[in-house]
């Protein structure tokens, strides 16, 4: 989605479009156990970054009801950038989807279905979000002991990815403690701003070393 410089065989395209839209539907309506296992069943048996971002997908959609496969996703650091690299060029996907619209009517009801899923409030979400929305705000309708059990879960995925990082030396090491420092609760200081009666903002605040700062 959006990113229209990466070109992708358009019959895969409408293939893994079909999909996401498949188990939208299924995940809304049938037994979570059973879209669960299926989510589950791609990212084990896929190799395509497609695929994992369809799961992706269906994750953001309904986070309260697929934290396990969630908690999947977040054992993958690399995927936090790339998502939200994606949420990033949300806002070109309606723009290229629109090129060309109104020349060939046949075409045109393709491009009604692709702009439609731009109307999905999902599509601004990203995962470290929703990995932040679990530490503060639990799952709805866990007891207070589940959510214990969750966020201890999170944290231990939090401390293996610090681990990994100070041991590997490649690539962006300060980028990585940054993404780090913004994705854990127990360094992060939330500050909430009333808009109105209805509406607050929360900006999430890391604690930074000065060296982190500066980069």
Excluded at 132 to 158: A, H, M, P, S, W
Excluded at 169 to 188: F, P, T, Y
Aim: with cysteine; hydrophobic share 40%.
């Amino acid at each position: 989605r959006g990113g229209g410089g990466i070109t992708k065989p358009h019959l895969l395209e409408s293939i893994h479009m079909a999909l996401e839209k498949f188990l939208l539907r299924f995940a809304k309506d049938e037994e979570i156990n059973t879209v669960e296992s299926y989510l589950i069943y791609l990212i084990e048996h896929s190799k395509s970054a497609s695929i994992t971002a369809i799961v992706t997908s269906i994750v953001l959609a309904y986070p309260e009801k697929f934290f396990n496969v969630a908690m999947i996703l977040f054992k993958t650091l690399a995927l936090f950038h790339i998502d939200n690299l994606r949420q990033q060029h949300e806002g070109e996907a309606k723009t290229i989807y629109s090129i060309g619209y109104g020349l060939n009517k046949k075409k045109d009801i393709f491009a009604d279905e692709r702009l439609k899923t731009c109307e999905d409030k999902h599509r601004n979400l990203n995962i470290e979000t929703i990995f932040r929305n679990y530490q503060f705000f639990g799952i709805d309708g866990f007891t207070e002991e589940q959510n214990t059990e969750l966020i201890k879960k999170i944290y231990d995925v939090i401390d293996a990815h610090k681990e990994n990082i100070l041991v590997n030396q490649d690539g962006d090491k300060k980028s990585l403690e940054i993404l780090i420092a913004r994705i854990d609760r127990r360094i992060m200081h939330p500050t909430v701003e009333k808009i109105d009666d209805l509406n607050y903002i929360i900006e999430f605040s890391p604690e930074l070393s000065s060296e982190l700062q500066e980069h």
